[in-house]
């Protein structure tokens, strides 16, 4: 049984089915997606129906990222965020065109049942973006921080690795879990086309929302599967690259 944990996806479906095709998946494997499936590119509803589907058959959890708050907003009472609009709900507001009113109602009841994190029995945790609370992200105070948070990975890209996990400068957020894994800040910000590792955490969005790829890894063995940049599979649009 293998445990993969997938990056963000913003509506890019093309992206989603090759990956999964390299990753050959098996029955009995799980799948951690750490959110933001919607906003970018053309086919954030097809997303959604996609991961309903697969989830019957295949062992899935979903986490919960920034857009898909808003995405699920918008499906709750129709009202359009500003900041949302000019960041892919334009392109997944018009993805959902010849979707009938029941499907949209079970595209929100599968947003309203995603989780805000993610941990599993070794206590590795997974979250859209960060936490702040020393004493763990169950002690996080305001969920907002759970996937807008970007203070976790820049702390961790900067930190001396030289400092024992035993010392008092040691974060003390990070004692907590064994690995971090990560979505929200895209690793081609940083010149890498490939999830990164820092201290323990691995940021796993490799910029399938702008000129990136999606990616997939195995948490035990590390195997990353990768699509092909997103461009490459949707050229005539522009994703979230204005």
Not at 83 to 100: I, L, P, R
Request: net charge negative; charged share 25%.
């Amino acid at each position: 049984m293998r445990t993969i944990a997938i990056g963000d996806i913003h509506g890019g479906l093309k992206a989603l089915i090759q990956v999964l095709n390299k990753v050959e998946v098996k029955d009995e494997d799980s799948l951690i997606f750490v959110g933001d499936y919607v906003d970018g590119w053309s086919e954030a509803a097809q997303v959604i129906q996609f991961l309903i589907e697969l989830s019957e058959t295949i062992d899935c959890v979903f986490i919960k990222g920034n857009h898909d708050v808003w995405a699920e907003e918008w499906l709750r009472s129709g009202e359009v965020n500003p900041t949302w609009y000019m960041h892919g709900g334009k392109e997944t507001m018009e993805s959902y065109d010849g979707f009938s009113e029941d499907q949209k109602k079970a595209h929100l009841t599968f947003f309203e049942n995603m989780v805000m994190y993610h941990i599993d029995a070794e206590y590795r945790l997974f979250l859209h973006a960060g936490f702040t609370s020393m004493h763990g992200v169950e002690k996080e105070v305001f969920q907002t921080t759970l996937y807008f948070d970007r203070t976790l990975w820049e702390m961790v890209t900067t930190m001396d690795k030289r400092i024992d996990k035993n010392s008092e400068l040691y974060p003390k957020r990070l004692k907590h879990y064994k690995e971090i894994y990560i979505g929200h800040t895209p690793t081609i910000h940083y010149n890498s086309m490939t999830p990164m590792q820092a201290i323990n955490v691995w940021n796993i969005d490799t910029g399938a929302a702008f000129t990136g790829k999606l990616s997939a890894i195995d948490i035990d063995t590390k195997t990353l599967w990768q699509s092909e940049e997103l461009p490459l599979l949707y050229p005539n649009e522009k994703g979230r690259n204005k």
